[in-house]
């Protein structure tokens, strides 16, 4: 009788996997996109007084169709950006 063989589990994929830059300058973009509901040129000047130099349609590309999954991130509950789409009335 064979014995089955025992698979390790599959390394798990980071979200952040393919992109060219490290995973805290994308989560502060997004972060100050959402929250302060800046424009990707806003947050693209905001990134290169720090040094950052990144074209606003990688902002666009960090941030489009992202929006339901960033509002997730601690900070951002409850913020007009965070809750679009969601109905107030009650």
Known sequence: M????VRP??????????FCFPP???VRAVR???????SHRDVEE???ERGIDVDY???????G???????RL????GTPLATAGRSTRT
């Open 32 to 38: 100050w996109y959402l929250r302060f509901g800046l």
């Open 2 to 5: 064979r014995t089955r063989r």
């Open 74 to 77: 601690p900070g951002l509950a």
């Open 65 to 71: 169709g992202s929006r339901r999954c960033w509002s």
């Open 9 to 18: 589990d599959p390394i798990a994929r980071s979200a952040f996997a393919g």
């Open 57 to 63: 349609m990688i902002v666009d590309r960090w941030c």
């Open 46 to 48: 905001l990134l290169a």
């Open 24 to 26: 805290d300058v994308i």
